[in-house]
């Protein structure tokens, strides 16, 4: 019976699928582009991000297999600085970001994945324009929204059963009211959301077994070779508008991400004050989390386009900034791909 099934394999393998939706002439490419391996794979979010990258005469496209098309996604393959790489813009949001990693390590030889992009800012300390690399990053939209008249005394839905914690803190929406019926506060029917964990299960791990995450470490060498970026030149100008400073990069302690642009003051300032976070995105922590589950070296690092939720002396940051930040972190991660041994 093996034999025959063997037989068929090698007769119809370029039409038949013997590997779900892979079939085996896929394989065979795949292969190929492995051979040349092992790989850095660098995950980008959006085109305005990727294109500074591809137009580097740095990079140069692998002279017969330059890409790599499947499921949606488009893998650029070639070299810089004699070192391998395969790049895939994964699109907006966790869920994009966090499939394009799973598909990136899963068909690929991947040695660590760098993932990079631009992001809010929620640290006032920094500036537009400044290139952050966190040494943490955690999901801040993985959430237990309490029933109304709960308090943070009171046992969350499924705490019980280990599903949920009360471990990270909470956000309690009547902090932020403005209405007031005769000098005192209005009770919010939002009430209290609790900050969770995402469940992880680890390739070394017993299958559904699961692991609990929220601060997700980068790759420790990763975040060293990162003190040998301070002296990267950035721009700092946008035709005539220029920024205060040069901008600078910079080490920073923790950024987050959550399916949510940041476009609010409030929100900013409480991310700061609660999690001490610098960057705000919509990708790291999901590319973080892939990389923890497949015991991937991983790091991200992220440009300041704007200050989140405004309040800046620069007006319209993100329209007028987003390409400039999108430079540096580009400038930035070549640099970085130099160094890594």
Known sequence: MI??????????????????AITLSIWEEISIINSKGPYIGIVVPNSFE??????????????????????????????????????????LSMLNAGLSTQLLLTLFDVK???????AGNANPK???????????????????????????????????????SRKHGYLEFSKYNNKTTHSTSVTNLLNNVWFQSEETFPVNGTPEVKQHAFW?????????????????????????????????????KKGVSANVFVDNRAYREFLNSKFDASPIDMESAAVGLVCLQQKKPFIAIRALSDLAGGGSSLSNEAAVFASLASQNVVDVVIKFITLIP
């Open 3 to 20: 034999g025959l099934l063997g037989f068929v394999v090698l007769i119809f393998g370029y039409s038949i699928s013997v590997y779900g």
């Open 50 to 91: 990727l294109n500074p990258f591809l137009q580097s005469p740095l990079f140069v496209p692998d002279p017969k297999f330059s890409f790599f098309d499947f499921s949606g996604r488009h893998f650029r393959i070639g070299e810089l600085e004699k070192k391998r790489v395969i790049v895939v813009m994964s699109g």
């Open 112 to 118: 660590g994945v760098l993932h990079y992009g631009i």
């Open 126 to 164: 920094l500036q537009i324009g400044d290139v952050t690399i966190p040494k943490y990053w955690a999901h801040t939209g993985l959430w237990n929204w309490q029933r109304f008249g709960d308090g943070p005394e009171d046992e969350l839905a499924f705490e019980a059963n280990g599903d949920y």
């Open 216 to 252: 997700i470490p980068v790759d420790k060498t990763y975040f060293h070779l990162a003190t040998k970026l301070k002296n990267v030149k950035l721009g700092s100008c946008v035709n005539t508008t220029c920024l205060p400073r040069r901008p600078i990069v910079v080490r920073v």
